[in-house]
Nanobody, 111 residues
Framework: QVQLLESGGGLVQPGGSLRLSCSASIMVFELNWYRQAPGKQREMVASITSYGDTVYADFVRGRFTISRDNPSNTMYLQMNSLKPEDTAVYYC????????WGQGTQVTVSS
Protein backbone atom coordinates (compact mmCIF):
# COMPACT_ATOMS: atom_id res chain seq x y z
CA GLN A 1 0.00 0.00 0.00
CA VAL A 2 1.49 3.30 -1.10
CA GLN A 3 1.78 6.00 1.54
CA LEU A 4 1.08 9.59 0.50
CA LEU A 5 1.92 12.84 2.24
CA GLU A 6 0.73 16.28 1.11
CA SER A 7 2.29 19.61 1.96
CA GLY A 8 2.27 23.22 0.82
CA GLY A 9 -1.20 24.37 1.78
CA GLY A 10 -1.87 27.66 3.49
CA LEU A 11 -3.67 30.98 3.40
CA VAL A 12 -3.46 33.07 0.23
CA GLN A 13 -5.29 36.10 -1.14
CA PRO A 14 -7.49 35.86 -4.24
CA GLY A 15 -5.31 35.94 -7.33
CA GLY A 16 -2.37 34.50 -5.45
CA SER A 17 -0.47 31.27 -5.93
CA LEU A 18 0.47 28.16 -4.00
CA ARG A 19 2.35 25.01 -4.87
CA LEU A 20 1.24 21.75 -3.30
CA SER A 21 3.47 18.70 -3.05
CA CYS A 22 2.64 15.03 -2.65
CA SER A 23 5.35 12.60 -1.64
CA ALA A 24 4.68 8.94 -2.44
CA SER A 25 6.47 6.07 -0.74
CA ILE A 26 6.71 4.03 -3.95
CA MET A 27 6.39 4.55 -7.67
CA VAL A 28 2.78 4.45 -8.90
CA PHE A 29 1.34 4.74 -12.39
CA GLU A 30 -1.34 7.30 -11.62
CA LEU A 31 -1.42 10.15 -9.13
CA ASN A 32 -4.34 12.50 -8.63
CA TRP A 33 -5.25 15.64 -6.75
CA TYR A 34 -8.71 15.82 -5.21
CA ARG A 35 -10.27 18.49 -3.05
CA GLN A 36 -13.16 18.70 -0.65
CA ALA A 37 -14.75 21.87 0.67
CA PRO A 38 -16.84 21.84 3.87
CA GLY A 39 -20.27 20.38 3.19
CA LYS A 40 -19.33 19.49 -0.38
CA GLN A 41 -18.49 16.26 -2.15
CA ARG A 42 -14.92 15.36 -2.93
CA GLU A 43 -13.99 16.28 -6.51
CA MET A 44 -11.13 15.50 -8.82
CA VAL A 45 -8.83 18.42 -9.57
CA ALA A 46 -6.13 16.95 -11.80
CA SER A 47 -4.48 13.66 -12.69
CA ILE A 48 -1.10 12.65 -14.06
CA THR A 49 0.41 9.36 -15.19
CA SER A 50 4.00 8.24 -14.86
CA TYR A 51 4.41 9.12 -18.54
CA GLY A 52 3.28 12.69 -18.00
CA ASP A 53 -0.23 12.51 -19.46
CA THR A 54 -2.51 14.94 -17.64
CA VAL A 55 -6.21 15.51 -17.08
CA TYR A 56 -7.72 18.64 -15.52
CA ALA A 57 -11.10 19.50 -14.15
CA ASP A 58 -12.72 22.27 -16.17
CA PHE A 59 -12.79 24.64 -13.21
CA VAL A 60 -8.99 24.66 -12.86
CA ARG A 61 -7.87 24.38 -16.47
CA GLY A 62 -5.58 27.26 -17.37
CA ARG A 63 -4.92 28.12 -13.72
CA PHE A 64 -3.46 24.95 -12.21
CA THR A 65 -0.60 22.81 -13.49
CA ILE A 66 0.04 19.25 -12.35
CA SER A 67 3.50 17.72 -12.65
CA ARG A 68 5.60 14.96 -11.15
CA ASP A 69 9.21 14.02 -10.57
CA ASN A 70 9.49 10.25 -10.89
CA PRO A 71 12.96 9.79 -9.36
CA SER A 72 11.71 11.34 -6.11
CA ASN A 73 8.15 9.95 -6.37
CA THR A 74 6.81 13.46 -5.90
CA MET A 75 3.79 15.11 -7.50
CA TYR A 76 3.12 18.84 -7.57
CA LEU A 77 0.16 21.09 -8.14
CA GLN A 78 1.02 24.66 -9.08
CA MET A 79 -2.04 26.75 -8.29
CA ASN A 80 -2.24 30.22 -9.84
CA SER A 81 -5.01 32.82 -9.99
CA LEU A 82 -6.61 31.31 -6.92
CA LYS A 83 -10.25 32.06 -6.19
CA PRO A 84 -12.21 31.87 -2.93
CA GLU A 85 -14.08 28.87 -4.33
CA ASP A 86 -10.76 27.01 -4.48
CA THR A 87 -10.81 26.88 -0.68
CA ALA A 88 -10.79 23.21 0.32
CA VAL A 89 -8.72 20.42 1.76
CA TYR A 90 -6.58 19.07 -1.04
CA TYR A 91 -5.79 15.36 -1.08
CA CYS A 92 -3.28 13.24 -2.93
CA UNK A 93 -4.64 9.98 -4.35
CA UNK A 94 -2.87 7.05 -6.01
CA UNK A 95 -5.78 6.04 -8.23
CA UNK A 96 -7.51 2.77 -8.94
CA UNK A 97 -10.45 1.21 -7.11
CA UNK A 98 -8.39 0.83 -3.93
CA UNK A 99 -6.25 3.91 -4.25
CA UNK A 100 -4.54 5.35 -1.21
CA TRP A 101 -5.17 8.81 0.20
CA GLY A 102 -3.00 11.30 2.00
CA GLN A 103 -4.13 13.17 5.09
CA GLY A 104 -4.85 16.35 3.14
CA THR A 105 -3.54 19.89 3.22
CA GLN A 106 -5.74 22.94 3.78
CA VAL A 107 -5.89 25.66 1.14
CA THR A 108 -7.72 28.83 2.11
CA VAL A 109 -8.22 31.65 -0.39
CA SER A 110 -9.46 34.77 1.32
CA SER A 111 -8.84 38.50 1.47
Amino acid sequence: QVQLLESGGGLVQPGGSLRLSCSASIMVFELNWYRQAPGKQREMVASITSYGDTVYADFVRGRFTISRDNPSNTMYLQMNSLKPEDTAVYYCNSGGPTGSWGQGTQVTVSS
